[in-house]
């Protein structure tokens, strides 16, 4: 059976691949669903949200493909969540239906996503599972959840176990996240996460970095570069070692195996400058360590102390 060779773009005009009719909804969304898949698109803001400590959720400008439909914002959209309180879910709604979806607020100060639209909206769980009976998870993105104690915003975690098209499809050639201290740390006898006083990312989402956790998260599947370095005391007592640790999502080792394992050295009198680096390939989910540890018999200073992830 021959195949069918279709394109869309042209005028309808009835000549070429431009039908004289126009292009219906099932042939738009045929081509956008094979040609694009679903998600976040590569334009604007990528819907990033925020307003923790403020009654109005915002949604930064961006633009997505749901299940062959398309979305698009040329500014943010603003929630108000004044009156709720609880833990919410915040979706990219297509709503497919006949009928309308009811939310708990959106951006036109309703609570209601009419047919034929996409609209962002705040619900509760119990409207996702109504909304996802009535037309089908694929026509959902969450886009992440929100706490919210008597109308103000106390927390927004983005939905980041999945990879939207803005991070899948084309990502920044130095994609990076890294933590430093630039003064002196403490470890005691025993294995201890480094805890940091300053990180920052590269900013496409694919990579977090918590100092207060001493900890850096994938988003994105690939392989890592990871890389960390302490400079110790002046001590000759027992022994000195760096690790990094890896949980969560998966981590495999490429290379020498001198990663995840514990590399050692003696402790010697003058200031011993320890560095670990390698490859690795994680998995979205999977966060990333840099441990310190010694035997000296009491607590030991460390200095020059930075741990980095970059994408290769």
Excluded: H
């Excluded at 619900?123 to 959840?145: E, F, H, V, Y």
């Excluded at 740390?185 to 990312?201: C, N, Q």
């Amino acid at each position: 059976m021959a195949s069918t060779e279709r394109s869309l773009g042209w005028a309808t005009s009835g000549t070429g691949d431009g039908p004289a009719g126009g292009y219906d909804s099932t042939r738009w969304r045929a081509n956008a669903q094979k040609s694009d898949g679903t998600g976040i698109t590569l334009y604007g803001s990528y819907m990033a949200m925020s307003g923790t400590g403020t009654s109005t959720l915002t949604i930064a400008d961006g633009a997505a493909i749901i299940n062959g439909y398309t979305y698009e914002t040329n500014g943010s959209v603003t929630i108000s969540v004044t009156g709720l309180n609880g833990n919410y879910l915040v979706y990219l709604i297509a709503n497919t239906a006949a009928g309308t979806q009811t939310v708990t607020a959106n951006g036109a100060g309703t609570t209601t996503v009419a047919a034929s639209t996409i609209r962002v909206a705040i619900i509760t769980s119990a409207q996702s599972s109504t909304i996802t009976a009535s037309i089908g998870a694929a026509n959902l993105i969450l886009l992440g959840n929100v706490t919210i104690t008597a109308g103000s915003i106390t927390s927004i975690a983005a939905n980041q176990t999945t990879e939207p098209l803005a991070k899948s499809l084309s990502l920044s050639k130095s994609v990076y996240a890294y933590m430093t201290i630039p003064g002196s740390s403490t470890a005691a006898s025993g294995a201890s996460t480094v805890i940091f006083s300053l990180g920052a990312t590269s900013g496409e989402g694919a990579l977090s970095c918590t100092p207060a956790s001493g900890v850096i998260t994938a988003y994105y599947s690939g392989v890592y570069m990871v890389t960390g370095q302490v400079y110790w005391d002046s001590n000759t007592t027992g022994s000195r070692y760096l690790t990094i640790n890896i949980t969560g999502g998966s981590g495999t080792e490429l290379g020498s195996g001198q990663i995840i394992q514990t590399n050692s050295a003696s402790a010697i009198s003058y200031n011993p400058r320890m560095q670990i680096s390698g490859l690795v390939y994680l998995t979205p989910g999977a966060s990333v360590s840099l441990v310190v540890s010694q035997n000296s018999g009491s607590s030991r200073t460390y200095t020059d102390t930075y741990f980095m992830l970059a994408l290769v």
